[in-house]
Each structure stands twice: as structure tokens, then as C-alpha cells.
Nanobody
Framework: HVQLVESGGGSVQAGGSLRLSCAASGYTYNTMCMGWFRQRPGKDREGLAVLWIGGATTTYADSVKGRFIITRDKTKDLVYLQMNSLKPEDTAMYYC??????????????????WGQGTQVTVS
């Protein structure tokens, strides 16, 4: 049974940084990918950054490329999202998610099978 638990959200001033963590369990590393997504009020959930667990390949949305970094600590079963140069428009609920191999694009949120409960990020 796949379980994902996010942490690390909070309030920060524009230009600041936060690191989100996702504790993952119950999945097969090499056949799945892990991603970070966010949902702003009144908006669809959007993909931000995805990591292929087996190959460590990463993919980023244009809106966060160069500012956000997704990494994994294999020893602790943790996936991180380092967020730098935060902007007020980054304010959202942030989720980690994972899925089995599919043909859908890696940043395609509806294609993900398992989700955490989310952690709120507020940038002012």
C-alpha cells in the first residue's frame, strides 16, 4: 500500500526559500516516478517537478525551472523539493504523488495514482 506524507510547508517572504519533504513507502522504486504538484485557489492541480526513481532523471515545469529542485534521499525514502526565489504566485497547497509507468506526460497530474495530503506554502 503506497503512502505519501508531505511536510515542510509554511509562510515565507518573497525571495525566500523552503524545502518540502515527502516520506514515501510501499512502492517499487525502479518502476515508478515521484512528482511534486501544487494547486492554487481556483486553479487546476499543476505538475512542477518529477523524478524517475530508477534513473534519477528529472523534469521541471517552465514556471519553476531554475528555482525549484527535486531530489531524493534513497537511504531515508524521502523526496525533497527545494524551492528558491519564491514569489507570491507560488502560494498554493503542495502535494507529492507517484505513479506506475504510463504514456501520459510526466507533469500530467491526473495520471498520478497516489497522493499525499498536501502541505500549504504561503509567500507574501
Amino acid at each position: 500500500h503506497v503512502q505519501l506524507v508531505e511536510s515542510g510547508g509554511g509562510s515565507v517572504q518573497a525571495g525566500g526559500s523552503l524545502r518540502l519533504s515527502c516520506a514515501a513507502s510501499g512502492y517499487t522504486y525502479n518502476t515508478m516516478c515521484m512528482g511534486w504538484f501544487r494547486q492554487r485557489p481556483g486553479k487546476d492541480r499543476e505538475g512542477l517537478a518529477v523524478l524517475w526513481i530508477g534513473g534519477a532523471t528529472t523534469t521541471y515545469a517552465d514556471s519553476v525551472k531554475g528555482r525549484f529542485i527535486i531530489t531524493r534521499d534513497k537511504t531515508k525514502d524521502l523526496v525533497y523539493l527545494q524551492m528558491n526565489s519564491l514569489k507570491p504566485e507560488d502560494t498554493a497547497m503542495y502535494y507529492c504523488a507517484t505513479r506506475r509507468p504510463k504514456t501520459a506526460g510526466l507533469l500530467n497530474a491526473p495520471s498520478y495514482d497516489y497522493w499525499g495530503q498536501g502541505t500549504q506554502v504561503t509567500v507574501s
